[in-house]
């Protein structure tokens, strides 16, 4: 993961290896290199620029600590501003005190939401949940089965546009108009709350670059069934791009959490350490690989130490 830019962040330590005491002209040079990494990794230029001021003020006003040598110390600093700019914390998800619990997810179209959605689906049922899936992706051919599919394999029940469709609101099964997103999202919300669902996980359509009808129709569901967390699904392979795309799901349908997904391919790192900061929301979920288990909350910290390695 990122290998590129932990190669380039332990090049710039190299010159502060065996240095009794630490210059300003040692540490600026430092911090060069490491604005270098950032801009290669495309991490975003406002986070890339506030990100080596704070190593710039920390190195250099830092006290000798006994138990570290100068270069180590500098490293241990660019840990702790990683770990920041990752979010510090870990968030959890946010369940509802009076269930189900709904979740939407949004994203462009590839992102990776239905493997998400699947592996999210997975991940609850262990921890004791009784999720539901609705598919609510109508635009992309195959999504709806795709979902079904995930939703199998991941022994976790779907919910899904098809005529005839009990809606489990009482009422006698009736037919959900299939071009219609936002009833499909809300009456798999009354699907769940009639089964007992403690948890519902709303996938849905997106494009292949932003455009209004998405934001609209994503937006649309959003008010449907109010979700109690919306995740902004993430292809952590995106470059620069991904910063734009953040900021446009901001804008448009609101987004409580992110979700990087694709972090077992040779991503750059630069959507992962710049989405945080850029948003001010923070990453609760990571996504890497095809499998149900290649999914885990998101720790900063461990992020952080695996960029530095
Ligand atoms: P959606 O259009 O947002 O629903 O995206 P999909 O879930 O269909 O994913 C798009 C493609 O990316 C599919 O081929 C997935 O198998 C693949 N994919 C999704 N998540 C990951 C991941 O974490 N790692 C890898 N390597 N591939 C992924």
């Given at each position: 993961m990122f290998d590129s830019l932990s190669d380039r962040l332990n090049g710039a330590f190299k010159g502060l290896r065996g240095k009794g005491r630490l210059t300003d002209a040692d540490i600026d040079a430092t911090c060069r290199e490491i604005r270098l990494a950032l801009l290669e990794a495309d991490?975003?230029?406002p986070v890339?620029?506030?990100?080596?001021?704070?190593?710039?003020?920390?190195a250099k006003g830092a006290e000798v600590h006994g138990a570290l040598n100068p270069a180590q110390q500098v490293v241990k600093i660019v840990n702790e501003e990683l770990v920041g700019i990752l979010g510090g914390e870990t968030r959890r998800l946010a369940l509802a005190k009076n269930p189900p619990t709904v979740i939407m997810l949004a994203g462009l179209q590839g992102s990776g939401k239905t493997t998400?959605?699947?592996k999210l689906a997975h991940y609850l049922r262990k921890q004791g949940h009784a999720p539901l899936l609705?598919?609510?992706?109508?635009?992309r051919p195959g999504a709806v089965t795709q979902l079904q599919i995930v939703g199998e394999r991941a022994g976790v029940a779907v919910f899904a546009p098809h005529p005839g469709t009990s809606v489990g609101d009482g009422s006698a099964p009736r037919e959900v108009t299939v071009s219609d997103p936002i009833n499909v999202a809300r009456d798999g919300v009354a699907e769940a709350r009639a089964k007992q669902h403690d948890i519902v996980i709303v996938d849905t359509a997106g494009r292949l670059g932003i455009d209004e009808e998405l934001m609209r129709q994503a937006a649309g569901i959003r008010d449907a069934v109010q979700p109690d967390?919306?995740?902004f699904v993430l292809d952590s392979m995106v470059g620069q791009d991904a910063?734009?795309?953040a900021n446009a799901f901001a804008?448009?349908?609101g987004f409580t959490g992110v979700v990087l997904t694709k972090l077992d391919g040779d991503a750059r790192g630069g959507a992962a350490l710049s989405v945080r900061e850029v948003t001010g929301k923070p990453?609760?979920?990571a996504s890497s690989g095809e499998k149900l288990e290649d999914f885990d909350v998101f720790h900063p910290d461990r992020m952080a130490s695996r960029i530095l390695g």
């Open positions: 991490v975003a230029l890339v620029r506030e990100f080596i001021k704070r190593i710039k003020t920390r998400l959605a699947g609705v598919a609510c992706d109508l635009q967390e919306t995740l910063v734009l795309t804008e448009g349908v990453i609760m979920f």
